[in-house]
């Protein structure tokens, strides 16, 4: 009896434990989210070794992806969730009508961290005051329309730097230049002067651009991105990280400090400007810190945002141009009608920005490179501020959501020959698009949304007058003569060509 007794007992403990086992795993199926569809994972790790024994470039695998499980997909990177959009439609309804929630950034590295002050910055920092007061800042005080007038004399003298760079170039190499490098340096020059207020030296516009460059390569992809807990074992990389950052901090407060002293006392210095993006940065008020109230940015914190101002605007602005005058010259045509619109409107003068309005075939040119060459191929990572849903599918929070931009400029179903470079689509007006997406996405190489480039209408002024200053004191050819404009490319900072662009150039004036 006692014997039954005792196997009743089992037998009700281990029903009990079934019955509890199942409640709870059916419990856990029905509350995991319903994540989009994606290539299955390896324990652990994900498909980040996938990706890595691909051997393919990262935008690369995501197209072989996008083929097969269509415009909306999930990778498994390590810890790290990732859902990559590729699709108009869904763009427009993640960024534009849910905008607000698909506005925040993912967690970061700590390497990271050390470069962003905590995420003390506009492209860093998470949705709400902060970002909403950094962000006001540089788009109200520095780069609205009046504002970014106020420095087209900045510009000028730049323009005339950059056009006698390519002149001397080419007298010194039998009338070849190179287009990335400076038009990199121009456009490095004029933001360096907005941001600090000064004409700079070339020695310390290059020292300046060297600092930038070893912060970005400071800051590439690590596994332990997607592995935090391996992070203790990059002792190695953290320490090179900080050397990084304090070389870049001394010598970005070098700068800080001289233009406080311009501000102090104009006249000790006679390249200073009126007004730079450094100015609005010493007013800036920041709320509830520390004590609470209202305080002052840091120095470190001012050199994280100077950093970001140079950075944002520099490696996008020069890969346009470098793309733009690579389709110019293997478009000889499309060469010349934007050359005959340039005389059409300002006759024998030179260029200004005043007149780039009036040149609505150059505008064309310049959509339909944006369109076909995006400087990057992924807008910044977002995040959503609470779990969402998207196509049916569940977006949960501290996923890392990715806009892969490629697929949208060049879909066939939103654009007639999309591989071919056609400026007669945007200038007929047979095709439109909306470049800030808020009547829809048809391309978007500046983002779109809530964290739309701050930086857009300034980048967009420095393209169209560099080009047509191009154009105007020169005319374009390949080289060599003989070898047709090599079109494939490569990823850095942005997506560069793989060969760099060097050309022919022939003085027209």
Not at 268 to 281: H, K, P, Q
Not at 328 to 346: A, F, W
Request: net charge positive.
């Amino acid at each position: 009896m006692a014997s039954f007794s005792s196997s009743s007992t089992f037998f009700l403990i281990a029903f009990f434990l079934s019955g509890l086992i199942f409640f709870l795993t059916r419990k856990l199926i029905k509350n995991r989210p319903k994540l989009p569809p994606g290539p299955p994972g390896w324990p652990i790790v994900g498909n980040l070794f996938q990706v890595a024994l691909s051997r393919k470039p990262f935008f690369e695998y995501i197209e072989d992806q996008r083929r097969i499980y269509g415009p909306i997909f999930t990778l498994k990177m390590g810890t790290t969730t990732m859902v990559v959009l590729s699709d108009s439609n869904l763009v427009h309804e993640a960024l534009i009508k849910t905008g607000a929630v698909f506005a925040d950034r993912p967690r970061e590295n700590p390497t990271r961290i050390i470069f962003s002050c905590n995420k003390f910055s506009v492209n860093s920092a998470v949705y709400g005051p902060l970002w909403r007061t950094l962000r006001r800042n540089m788009v109200e005080n520095m780069l609205s329309s009046g504002k970014v007038k106020e420095f087209h004399g900045v510009r000028e003298k730049a323009m005339e730097k950059f056009v006698k760079r390519l002149r001397d170039e080419a007298k010194a190499n039998n009338g070849v230049v190179s287009v990335l490098k400076n038009a990199r340096f121009a456009v490095f020059w004029i933001l360096l002067t907005m941001c600090f207020g000064f004409e700079m030296e070339e020695e310390t516009v290059e020292k300046m651009d060297e600092i930038l460059k070893s912060v970005l390569i400071t800051l590439e992809p690590r596994i332990d991105d997607y592995f935090p807990i391996l992070t203790p074992f990059f002792s190695r990389e953290k320490s090179r990280a900080n050397l990084v950052r304090k070389k870049q901090v001394e010598f970005v407060i070098e700068l800080i400090n001289r233009r406080r002293r311009a501000m102090e006392n104009p006249a000790s210095d006679g390249t200073a400007t009126s007004f730079s993006y450094l100015d609005t940065l010493f007013d800036l008020k920041i709320d509830g810190r520390g004590g609470g109230g209202k305080s002052s940015a840091t120095d470190e914190e001012l050199v994280t945002l100077c950093s970001e101002f140079l950075n944002g605007g520099t490696d996008t602005t020069a890969t346009v141009i470098e793309w733009g005058m690579a389709e110019l010259i293997g478009n000889p045509e499309v060469q010349r009608k934007v050359v005959e619109e340039i005389k059409e409107t300002v006759g024998e003068r030179k260029v200004e920005e005043k007149d780039i309005e009036k040149m609505v075939y150059l505008k064309a040119v310049v959509k339909e490179v944006l369109r076909k060459h995006p400087p990057t191929f992924f807008v910044l990572t977002h995040s959503v501020t609470e779990p969402a849903k998207l196509a049916g599918y569940d977006i949960p929070k501290d996923t890392n959501v990715e806009f892969f931009l490629p697929a949208i400029g060049r879909d066939p179903k939103l654009w007639k020959n999309p591989e071919k470079f056609e400026p007669e689509r945007f200038y007929s007006g047979k095709e439109e698009a909306d470049i800030t997406g808020v009547t829809g996405v048809r391309m978007m190489p500046f983002g779109v949304g809530r964290r739309i480039c701050p930086g857009l209408g300034l980048a967009t002024v420095h393209i169209h007058l560099m080009l047509a200053r191009m154009l105007q004191e020169f005319e374009w050819t390949a080289y060599p003569p003989s070898i047709s404009v090599d079109f494939s490319w490569k990823m850095e900072f942005t997506i560069v060509m793989k060969n760099p662009l060097r050309a022919i150039v022939k003085s027209r004036v």
